[in-house]
Every structure is written in C-alpha cells, then in structure tokens.
C-alpha cells in the first residue's frame, strides 16, 4: 500500500528545477501513506512520485520501478495496492520467457504490462490505483481496481494531466487552485457517490474498473470490467458451498503479507467470519483488534440500528477461535480534540458531516498500527448480502430514491436523530439553491440505468437486484473512501476480503430467495460461515459500526457549535442560518436532533480553515 502521484506534459520539459520541486510538493504530501520510503522519476516529459508501505518484498519493491526491453527503459509503474495472484502471475510470465529480480508484486504488474499491454488489468485480483507511463509511445495508463477499492485522482491543466492518491497531492502543485462549485457541494452533500466526482472542481476520479489512458492525442477512457446479469441455476446448497468456497479463497488470498498481519473484529456476522477464516489458515493465533468507547456500558442505549453491543460478541469470537485479541479503547476526550477533527478531515481532504464515526476510525487504526501492517476488514458484506434493516423494509426498498436515503427518512422520523449531512443549520437561500433532492432524483436515476437486468424476471428479483447494485456502486464507495484514508492517514493498510471481485459477481447473481431463505438478513452468508462461529455470533442482527453515546460528546459538540455561530470572522459564517442554531442550541432541544447537523458544521469550518478552499456557490 503505497501514495502515488505524477505529472504528464507534452509541452514543457519537466525535468527542471520549479517542475522537480512541484513534484516533491505533491509526493509530501502523501508521506502518511507511505512511512517507509519514497522515491521520484523523471524525465522530459513525465514525473513520477511515490511513498511506500512496505509490505510485500521490504528490500526489492522501491518505486517508482522501470522495466526494460532491449537495454533501453520501455515502462515506469508507481503503484498502490496489492497484487493477491502476483505469485501466480509470476510463475506464467517465466513461462513466456520473462526474469525477476525482485520478488515483489510491482515488478509483476511492469512485466504483465510488457506481456498484455494494457489488458493486464483484467489479469489483476486486488485492489490496486496505478500509473504506467511507457517511453516509447509516451502515453500514461491510469487504472483502478474493479470496486475502487483503491482511490485515484487527476485533473488537466491546460495540456498536462496531474494524477495521485489523494487530492491533497494535486492541490500541492502551484497551478491547482482548490474550487468547489454548487455541483461539488451537491455530490457532499447527496450521500450517493457518483462515480469518476471528486467535489473539486476541475479534478475527477479514475472510475473502478476504469483504464484512463493520457497521450499527445488527450484523455481517452475505457472500461475493463463491470457487473454483469446472468442466470443463477446452483440450488441452494451449492450456492452456499460456492460462497465459501469463494470467501476462502479470497481470505487465503489476502492473508499474505511480509509484515505483521491481523483483523478487525466488532462481534458482527461479517468480521467474525473473516476472523474465523483467518484463523484456520494460519499456524499461530491470529490478532484480533476491536473498538469501543469510554463508560461505553454505562452510556449505551439500544436504537433501531444498534440493537447491542459489540463487546460480548466479540470476547465470544475471539475465545471461540482463540485469536491474540486487543481492546482499543477510544477516549471521550480524543473524540472531542480538534486536532483529531483536523486530522480526520486532512484524511479525507474534505468535510464528511461523520463526527465521531470517522475520528474513531482514526483513533483506532493509530492504535491497530502500533501492533499490525496489514489489516482484513468486513466492508461489503452489506451490501452484497443484504444486511441493513432497509433492505428488509418494503417501504425504502421500494421509495423511489436510494434505499438508505429512505432509511435516513425513517430513522429520524421514528426519533432516533437528524441525519447524516443535514443541512437544517445551513443559510435557507443556499439549501435552496442546492435543491438537494433534485440533485438526488437524478443521479437516482443515473443511477437506476447502469443496472444489468434480466430479461422477464420476477419484479421483486429485479428490484433487490437494483437495491444490491446502488449499493455496492453508490454506497460500498463512500464506505471504502473513509477506510482508505482513515487507514492510510496512520500507514495501516487494510484489506477487504468482501470486495473480491470473483464473489461479488457470483453473490449479485444469486436470487433474493436466496439471500434470505431461513428469514433472516444475510441468511446466505451466515449458513456459509454456520459451522466457524459461536452461535451467539451467528444469529446477532446486523449492527453498524458503534458510536458515541457519551453526554459529554454531545455537550462539547454544542459548545463549539456556539463559539462558531458567535464567531463573525468564521470562515463557514455565511453558509449557516444562524437563527436556526440558536433554535438547535436551546435547553428544550433533544440533543440527538442536531448533531449530525452540528458535525456538518463544524466540519465546514474547519475545512474552510484548512484548505484555502475558494467556493463558487449560487
């Protein structure tokens, strides 16, 4: 796991002093992505950074790394990620003649690229965001994994073309100027990521499963792999054999590692099963890591998504399978920091409205990187198996929205608080202005016309078969987006062994009947891992990633919510509705209706004080 950046131009020479300096700039800026090492290439007309995670091969795996045909340099790779099949890889292309002088996965992919060009990436399991830049035709190959697992960034400027893990970098070079206009504010706000949207203005994502491809000729784009509809005719015992079989393989798979490797446990169904599976393939105990709060016990009251608490489960699991398991405990005070807060939105390089969910993450991966290097984590199991409660709601299944957007609806009308990215403390010309739900309808709808259908299917299949697609292609991302940075902001890489491509094509195809045949959320899932877990882990219901429910959060949220409506000189000023937060802020209020307004923010504030963010609103 690794930072990357880089620069194309045609019409300069960027083996000079200001352009060498631009590019040191850039790849500073990612050195918590890559503690270990860092190195640059560069030529006349392409510069190359990168810093390294060392993970696989620690003494061979320098990047950036050139291959060679003839005597002469023919490619350069800067990469991020792993390759989980580079072993297998490696054997085929000796096979074609081809030698190594490493034993790292980098020096596969610059040699898979001499073998297939760019049909590589269709050769690639992991999750990976590179750069190929071939000297020969002088063009740029930007490729990301098929989830987007890993991120990539670029924007041109003029005839060039700027590219790097994070925006942080691009924003590092003297001609990239941090703009966000009303559609960026739209897409944060919209909680549904569209995909190739980077809020910046002028800056995009590589799409997943996306190759870019940059020449004299300009930015051409291609796609190498997408869901794809298809019959599903395996029974059911074989449908639950093969997902095993598949989630197995994927665990053996990225349980690979040169350096110290474990998991993250929260007691769920998804975590365990991981951890359960990793710990059969492994000779010594497995370490286990999960998180809770301070008074946490004391302070915890069940809502409609947290039904209990994880401690229980997770002790059950951990002694179950006899993993070297460590309780991360996150202070209330940490939580309240602002330095936390600047660190975790420095991660993102943009406000989340998340509060305590994403400077926990935080907390908890600087305290896992004290222990591990390497990480395997339960994101999208939810959302390939059906695991949140809306799933099973006919009402948000079938609103015609995204289905978490109806949830979010449910939640705060059932009383259980405001909603994530609320914008009731907001100026009311500016939320007008927005108009929020139109944005909403249509990248719904954009949405809804990427889905592979079935010809004649039965309308309840079809609908949960595009409930599973908006989540795993505009839900699963914003999910990934914040284990990327949270994790990489400590230098922890974290796998995702639910994102293996193999199991999420062959899940996405299994009928809904399927996935809830005994009734239950996730019933495919849980009779495939049914004989690794205790079953009090077995039969818990879904429970998202806790939160803080220590009065004291919240009174210190209200406090600093205070001293920024009060502060005129407070660069978020002119966005809020200061009327409304003296309404927010008044005794009889329940303190749980504003606070994710509140996160919002304050997380406005501070990124209008971080960044020298120009906004170009209406």
Known sequence: MCGITGWIAYDQDLDGGRQRAALAAMTATMDCRGPDAGGEWVSRRAALGHRRLAVIDLPGGSQP?????????????????????????????????????????????????LQWGPDLATRLDGMFAMSLWDTRTEELLLIRDRL????????????????????????????????????????????AKTPGHAVYRGMCEVRPGHINTFSRRGLATSRYWALQASEHTDDLATTIATVRGLLENAVAQQSHADVPLGTLLSGGLDSSALTALAARASDAPVRSFSVAFDNQARDFTPDLMHVDRDEPFVRALAEHVNTDHTDITVATDGLMNAGNRRAALTARDLPSG??????????????VRRHLTVALSGEGADELFGGYFWFHDPNTVNADTFPWRAAIDVYAQAG???????????????????????????SYRQALADVPHIEHADPVEQRMREAVHLHLTRFLPLLLDRKDRMSMATGLEVRVPFCDHRLVQYVFNTPWSMKTFDGQEKSLLRAAVADLLPDAVRTRPKNPYPTIQDPQYTTTLRTTLAAVADDYTAPVHDLLDTTAIKE???????????????????????WLRQYPVRLDLP
């Open 416 to 442: 259980f608080g405001d909603a994530p990215m609320s914008t009731r403390l907001l100026n009311p010309d500016l939320v007008r202005a927005l108009d929020l739900p139109a944005h909403r309808h249509e």
């Open 65 to 113: 790394m050139s291959v060679s045909e003839n005597g002469r340099i023919r490619a350069v790779l800067t990469f991020s990620g792993e390759i989980y099949n580079y072993r297998a890889l490696r054997s085929e292309l000796r096979g074609l003649g081809h030698r190594f002088s490493t034993a790292s996965d980098t020096e596969v992919v610059l040699h898979a690229y």
């Open 354 to 367: 998340l509060g305590d969910f994403d400077i926990s993450a935080l907390l908890l991966f600087r305290a």
């Open 148 to 191: 987007g697992i890993k991120p990539l960034y670029y924007c041109q400027v003029g005839d060039a073309l700027l590219f790097a893990s994070e925006p942080k970098a691009l924003l590092a070079h003297p001609d990239v100027t941090a703009r966000v206009d009303a559609g960026g504010l739209r897409e944060l706000l919209s909680l």
């Open 584 to 606: 927010a802020l008044a005794p009889a209020t329940d303190p749980k209706d504003m606070r994710y307004a509140a996160e919002l923010v304050l997380d406005l504030d501070t």
